[in-house]
């Protein structure tokens, strides 16, 4: 045990070890990089804590010292009337257990930010990451695991994914070679920055809900269908709104109260859901920020006796 070791080194020195049980997602998560400073008050206030707590720094946010409860650092030092020190762990241990499925699902435990980055190279960024938690132990929604397997696809095939993808996915689904947002070096995005029209978004689903096929013509493996639209993560440690915690995938999202229902979701509620017990697919291009509140709204349409009129104002719309 660290703690003992450090003992066994400086006698003169007392570590403590506190163990502290995540209440705000609940008991059964166990990484440092999602307590908050709200369980750790709780938890440490009546106890001896000696001279300085020591944290490790996953549990603050990336550029800040701030807590996923939004309270500081300096708000837990004035409530336990205690110095407080964010210890670093590089983590390079774990960049060897990262496997292309971490990255497809989330679970890889970076905390990344390339899109808010001026930096050049992005797999660095990535690499210099603070860790949340250990790859495979829990969930994070970040952007930028795609762009990593990406890099990775790219590196393995000797082109990039669009050159790849175009036989083989764009021609057979009648798209016409889209522009994707790329790194500096090439490397697609792979998460994001992908330009589709509504009709191509609509082609993509369709294909999904067909179990890959497109036209009579299997364009995409049945067994990954299954695979990436299937409930594999619970994402419900980190995610709060119904349909934001019923379930990810690869890349796509379980819907909240409606069984055999999945779908790919964009920033401003760019949305392809996949009704499969209707054999039906909702696409919407659109500028909104509620998330939650369109699907919530997207449900109500399919109720009996919805008034359009309600629907319209809810989202803020105006009839052309």
């Excluded at 990344?112 to 994070?140: H, M, Q, Y």
């Excluded at 790919?264 to 509620?269: I, K, P, T, V």
């Excluded at 760019?270 to 449900?299: N, P, R, W």
Aim: net charge negative; charged share 25%; proline share 3%.
């Amino acid at each position: 045990m660290l703690a003992q070791k450090i003992m066994s080194r400086f006698p003169q020195v007392e570590v403590q070890v506190a163990k502290i049980i995540n209440y705000f997602f609940g008991e059964t998560i166990t990484v440092a990089g999602l307590i908050t400073a709200g369980d750790m008050i709780e938890q440490l206030k009546d106890m001896d804590l000696g001279d300085e707590l020591i944290i490790p720094e996953v549990m603050l946010k990336a550029d800040e010292p701030i807590f996923l409860d939004d309270l500081s650092v300096s708000d837990v030092e004035k409530a336990l009337d205690i110095k407080i020190s964010a210890s670093a762990n590089d983590g390079y241990e774990y960049l060897e257990k990262i496997t292309i499925h971490h990255l497809l699902c989330m679970t890889a435990g970076k905390q990344t930010s390339i899109r808010g980055s001026k930096s050049d190279d992005w797999l660095k960024l990535f690499v210099n990451a603070k860790w949340i938690f250990e790859p495979g132990t829990s969930w994070r929604y970040v952007n930028d695991n795609y762009y990593v397997a990406s890099k990775m696809l790219c590196k393995v095939l000797g082109e990039s994914i669009t050159k790849y993808l175009t036989p083989r996915l764009f021609e057979p689904l009648g798209i016409d070679v889209p522009f994707w947002e790329h790194s500096p070096d090439g490397v697609e995005a792979g998460g994001w920055g992908l330009m589709l029209k509504t009709e191509d978004i609509a082609k993509f689903i369709l294909c999904y809900q067909n179990k890959g096929i497109y036209n009579d013509v299997q364009v995409i493996p049945e067994w990954w269908i299954k695979e990436a639209t299937g409930f594999i993560t619970d994402n419900s440690v980190s995610e709060k709104e119904p349909d934001a915690s019923a379930g990810y995938g690869c890349g796509f999202w379980r819907c909240a109260g409606m069984p055999n229902t999945y779908r790919a979701e964009g920033m401003f509620c760019q949305y392809a859901i996949s009704f499969e017990d209707y054999k039906a697919c909702l696409i919407m291009t659109s500028e909104h920020s509620g998330l939650q509140e369109t699907l919530d709204v997207i449900k109500q349409m399919g109720q009996a006796g919805t008034d359009a009129d309600e629907i319209i104002s809810k989202l803020g719309l105006t009839e052309a």
